[in-house]
């Protein structure tokens, strides 16, 4: 089991920078990745980024690349996702996730785990 708590979500202004983190609790896997997705009301969830958990490699949806960074903290079971030129469209509930592997990161089918998810509101 692998337990995911995401925090540092809130209001911002178009244009700002947010960091969000993943508290990661349980057995995460060790060859396996951490993702982000979201969802805004109405539309499908979508990809935001992964990174393996033991890697360096990230991936980036196409609506924030070139605007995220990612890092894991594995001694401090720990990931976070900074998005920068915050848009209105970058408006969700973002969620963590935790996948065994580190194929088809960018379907949410891959990953075993979700954190319960938390907003980020981007003003305009």
């Known amino acids: 089991q692998v337990q995911l708590v995401e925090s540092g979500g809130g209001l911002v202004q178009a244009g700002d920078s947010l960091s969000l983190s993943c508290t990661v609790s349980?057995?995460?896997?060790?060859?396996?990745?951490i993702g982000w997705f979201r969802q805004s009301p109405g539309k499908e969830r979508e990809f935001v980024a992964a990174?393996?958990?033991?890697?360096?490699?990230?991936y980036s949806g196409d609506a924030v690349k070139g605007r995220v960074t990612l890092s894991n903290d594995r001694a401090g079971n720990a990931a976070y996702l900074r998005i920068n030129d915050l848009r209105f469209e970058d408006t969700a509930v973002y969620y963590c996730?935790?996948?065994?592997?580190?194929?088809?990161?960018?379907?949410?089918?891959?990953?075993?785990?979700w954190g319960q998810g938390i907003q980020v509101t981007v003003s305009s």
């Open positions: 996730t935790a996948a065994a592997g580190v194929l088809g990161l960018w379907r949410s089918s891959a990953y075993d785990y």
């Open positions: 990174m393996p958990w033991s890697g360096s490699n990230t």
């Open positions: 349980g057995r995460m896997f060790s060859n396996g990745a």
